[in-house]
């Protein structure tokens, strides 16, 4: 066969490059590819897809609020450093309360039923519920979410219930009535104090509607934010992902009020953590919508995680934190930024010829001349539940395509192989591999937070020509959703 150049594709999880200063013991692993971030004033950040901002410093001065506009698959906020992170304004990524907005006309208050929305890597809250059949009013959204209030039998003095607080480092508030086990239950905890993966909260449940007008929504839960810097991170302002309030219920003939989001996460890691004492880290629970009503309210949403990791620390002793911190044993190196181990997919050898570790897209691999077709193609992954095959894809300068699907993969989880035989055509060509398994319920209900809220089912992996590794998530309902790869490094998957 004639000389041929191949292109090399593969749908690899790369953790972010780049080298920190020598000078710092922890390589917070940033690439610096956009400079310094010295904001002068209020500034809305867009988050890329993967949700990742790679800085060489950040300075928030006094009087400065950032915030996030959320990316379409809604991941957590990462600000990764190469040098110090100065932090005396604000970060706020908190969830929004439900609106206190009335639409029947009659005065009263959050008869609207809008939730309040998730911060970046957050959950919404639950509607209101509606004055028509069970008047049900609707759960929050995520891992913790609370439930809806529902409308009260005779037995439980025919009220309308609250919604009730979504959960996450602790459960969101529950209501249950004065004598019969009747009532509302709050969001359940979820995650880990290494908040890894990094996840929001979860949205509060939405109050259930009276007779003639609508509950009010529930809070959206907060947001999550990563900051790695090689340097010192100081805190002398606030980083905010509280939770949002239920709304407000008000008025003649009103419904019930929402139950409040739970709080968010915040996960710090540096070489140096400083601050004084005006420095705040909150990611409390959102509170209960009031209704003058007995019963008629909703509940406290849980309060979220907060974890600090550093080899040093000036920070003052009385700056807040709220909830209270998780801090590795003193003299314990930062950990990860992300999880270790995610799923990979490789092509390793074609024909032979070793690929490069990271693929350029231009003339990765050169044939000989004497090479013969067919060929053989070496994978090689990394989480890939064993028995899953790989589809294989040749597309040449000119001229169809050719396919092939290999061998099921084998060895071990961690390190597993499989191959294929396909022909290649002369000339350039390139090569694209993917491959789909099915992923656990539990890690499904954490991809969720990139799949418009709908637990996955499978997860594709797959590259494409000259761009990043991408991936491509596969709900129940068998909607489809493609993602940077850079996010499955957030949840470590299983099969």
Same mark, same amino acid.
């Given at each position: 066969?004639?000389?041929?150049?191949?292109?090399?594709?593969?749908?690899?999880?790369?953790?972010?490059?780049?080298?920190?200063? /020598?000078?710092?013991?922890?390589? &917070?692993?940033?690439?610096?590819?956009?400079? +310094?971030?010295?904001?002068?004033?209020?500034?809305?950040?867009?988050?890329?897809?993967?949700?990742?901002?790679?800085?060489?410093?950040?300075?928030?001065?006094?009087?400065?609020?950032?915030?996030?506009?959320?990316?379409?698959?809604?991941?957590?906020?990462?600000?990764?450093?190469?040098?110090?992170?100065?932090?005396?304004?604000?970060?706020?990524?908190?969830? /929004?309360?439900?609106?206190?907005?009335?639409?029947?006309?009659?005065? %009263?208050?959050?008869?609207?039923? #809008?939730?309040?929305?998730?911060?970046?890597?957050?959950?919404?809250?639950?509607?209101?519920?509606? =004055?028509?059949?069970?008047?049900?009013?609707?759960?929050?959204?995520?891992?913790?979410?609370?439930?809806?209030?529902?409308?009260?039998?005779?037995?439980?003095?025919?009220?309308?219930?609250?919604?009730?607080?979504?959960?996450?480092?602790? @459960?969101?508030?529950?209501?249950?009535?004065?004598?019969?086990?009747?009532?509302?239950?709050?969001?359940?905890?979820?995650?880990?104090?290494?908040?890894?993966?990094?996840?929001?909260?979860?949205?509060?449940?939405?109050?259930?509607?009276?007779?003639?007008? &609508?509950?009010?929504?529930?809070?959206?839960?907060?947001?999550?934010?990563?900051?790695?810097?090689?340097?010192?991170?100081?805190?002398?302002?606030?980083?905010?992902?509280?939770?949002?309030?239920?709304?407000?219920?008000?008025?003649?003939?009103?419904?019930? &009020?929402?139950?409040?989001?739970?709080?968010? @996460?915040?996960?710090?890691?540096?070489?140096?953590?400083?601050?004084?004492?005006?420095?705040?880290?909150?990611?409390?629970?959102?509170?209960?919508?009031?209704? #003058?009503?007995?019963?008629?309210?909703? /509940?406290?949403?849980?309060?979220?995680?907060?974890?600090?990791?550093?080899?040093? !620390?000036?920070?003052?002793?009385?700056?807040?934190?709220?909830?209270?911190?998780?801090?590795?044993?003193?003299? !314990?190196?930062?950990?990860?930024?992300?999880?270790?181990?995610? =799923?990979?997919?490789?092509?390793?050898?074609?024909?032979?010829?070793?690929?490069?570790?990271? =693929?350029?897209?231009? +003339?990765?691999?050169?044939?000989?001349?004497?090479?013969?077709?067919?060929?053989?193609?070496?994978?090689?992954?990394?989480?890939?539940?064993?028995?899953?095959?790989?589809?294989?894809?040749?597309?040449?300068?000119?001229?169809?395509?050719?396919?092939?699907?290999?061998?099921?993969?084998?060895?071990?989880?961690?390190?597993?192989? +499989?191959?294929?035989?396909?022909?290649?055509?002369?000339?350039?060509?390139?090569?694209? %591999?993917?491959?789909?398994?099915?992923?656990?319920?539990?890690?499904?209900?954490?991809?969720?937070?990139?799949?418009?809220?709908?637990?996955?089912?499978?997860?594709?992996?797959? +590259?494409?020509?000259?761009?990043?590794?991408?991936?491509?998530?596969?709900?129940?309902?068998?909607?489809?959703?493609?993602? =940077?790869?850079?996010?499955?490094?957030?949840?470590?998957?299983?099969?």
């Amino acid at each position: 066969m004639k000389r041929a150049q191949v292109t090399a594709l593969a749908a690899a999880l790369i953790a972010a490059g780049g080298l920190a200063p /020598t000078a710092w013991a922890f390589n &917070s692993g940033s690439t610096g590819e956009l400079g +310094a971030f010295n904001p002068t004033v209020t500034t809305v950040v867009p988050l890329p897809p993967s949700g990742i901002l790679n800085y060489t410093s950040v300075t928030i001065p006094v009087g400065v609020t950032v915030t996030f506009q959320k990316n379409a698959t809604n991941t957590p906020v990462t600000i990764l450093a190469t040098g110090d992170v100065l932090i005396n304004g604000t970060i706020n990524i908190s969830g /929004t309360s439900a609106a206190n907005v009335g639409t029947q006309g009659d005065g %009263a208050l959050g008869d609207d039923g #809008a939730p309040g929305l998730g911060g970046p890597g957050g959950y919404d809250g639950g509607r209101g519920g509606l =004055p028509t059949g069970t008047r049900l009013a609707g759960q929050g959204v995520g891992p913790g979410a609370g439930i809806g209030g529902h409308f009260g039998t005779s037995s439980c003095n025919g009220i309308a219930f609250g919604g009730a607080g979504g959960g996450y480092g602790t @459960a969101g508030g529950g209501f249950l009535c004065v004598g019969p086990n009747i009532g509302i239950t709050g969001g359940q905890p979820y995650g880990n104090p290494q908040i890894l993966p990094l996840i929001g909260g979860s949205g509060g449940g939405g109050g259930a509607s009276a007779a003639s007008l &609508s509950g009010s929504g529930g809070g959206g839960g907060g947001g999550a934010i990563l900051i790695a810097a090689s340097g010192t991170v100081t805190i002398n302002g606030s980083i905010l992902a509280n939770g949002g309030n239920g709304g407000v219920s008000n008025g003649a003939g009103i419904g019930a &009020s929402g139950g409040g989001g739970s709080g968010g @996460a915040i996960r710090i890691l540096a070489t140096h953590l400083a601050g004084g004492p005006a420095g705040v880290l909150s990611a409390v629970g959102g509170v209960l919508g009031p209704n #003058a009503s007995f019963n008629g309210h909703g /509940t406290n949403g849980g309060v979220g995680r907060i974890r600090l990791e550093y080899e040093t !620390t000036s920070r003052n002793a009385s700056a807040v934190t709220n909830p209270g911190p998780t801090i590795p044993i003193a003299g !314990t190196p930062p950990g990860p930024v992300f999880i270790a181990g995610g =799923p990979t997919l490789r092509i390793a050898q074609v024909a032979g010829s070793n690929a490069p570790a990271a =693929p350029t897209g231009n +003339a990765d691999i050169t044939l000989p001349s004497s090479t013969s077709n067919p060929v053989t193609v070496m994978f090689e992954s990394s989480g890939v539940p064993l028995g899953s095959t790989v589809f294989l894809a040749v597309t040449p300068a000119f001229g169809p395509r050719a396919t092939a699907v290999s061998t099921a993969l084998s060895g071990t989880v961690e390190n597993a192989t +499989a191959s294929a035989s396909i022909t290649l055509p002369a000339g350039p060509s390139a090569l694209f %591999a993917q491959t789909t398994f099915t992923v656990v319920a539990s890690i499904g209900e954490l991809l969720k937070n990139f799949a418009g809220n709908e637990r996955v089912e499978k997860v594709t992996l797959m +590259a494409s020509l000259g761009g990043p590794a991408k991936a491509l998530l596969i709900t129940v309902s068998g909607k489809e959703y493609e993602v =940077p790869a850079e996010v499955l490094r957030l949840t470590a998957l299983g099969g």
